[in-house]
């Protein structure tokens, strides 16, 4: 299998993770007892201005959303659908550095019955992608992040376990 090197330090390294707030949920037209909830590229500003400062967007974003609902096992709940709009997505991969992006719910993309994955297309232009990470415990802030995925012979995904580390934490060893 082809690994790209250039794509090495997407694994590691200093990470953002922001919760967005509030109650954008909205019911799916279609689908009963499922809702969504499409992220903005404001609300993506106005979160890394509260976490870093500014709104510049960082090299490694996670995603999540404060009141989430989650299931017994503590993820995300999937009838909860949380995903950038194409217009966020192309403003993350404006950054040319940004190489990779995180999210609590289970994919990065949501088109029931269509085989198009928009979402994914935009952002593996330039980044790795983490989904249904287990965010509800980590607060928002600055970490460094350490993911490694498994070499699986011919896979286009692979298992990982992402820890992020607080830089106290890192100070500390």
């Not at 694994?11 to 009963?32: C, S, V």
């Not at 503590?74 to 993350?92: C, E, I, K, R």
């Amino acid at each position: 299998a082809y690994f790209d090197e250039s794509k090495r330090n997407c694994f590691y390294g200093e990470t953002t993770l922001i919760k967005l707030t509030g109650n954008r949920w909205e019911a799916h037209e279609e689908m009963e007892g499922v809702s969504v909830w499409r992220v903005t590229e404001d609300e993506i500003q106005t979160a890394l201005k509260r976490v870093q400062g500014n709104s510049e967007i960082p090299e490694k974003l996670f995603l999540t959303i404060d009141s989430c609902p989650l299931t017994e096992y503590g993820f995300h709940d999937p009838n909860y659908v949380m995903v950038l709009t194409q217009d966020t997505a192309s403003m993350l991969v404006g950054n040319k550095q940004f190489n990779a992006y995180g999210t609590s719910w289970k994919s990065s993309d949501f088109e029931p019955g269509s085989p198009e994955r928009p979402i994914h297309k935009i952002l593996l232009q330039q980044a790795v992608l983490f989904e249904q990470l287990k965010l509800d415990h980590v607060p928002e802030g600055k970490y460094f992040l350490s993911a490694f995925p498994l070499y699986l012979k011919g896979a286009s995904e692979s298992p990982l376990t992402p820890v992020l580390f607080s830089y106290d934490e890192l100070g500390k060893g």
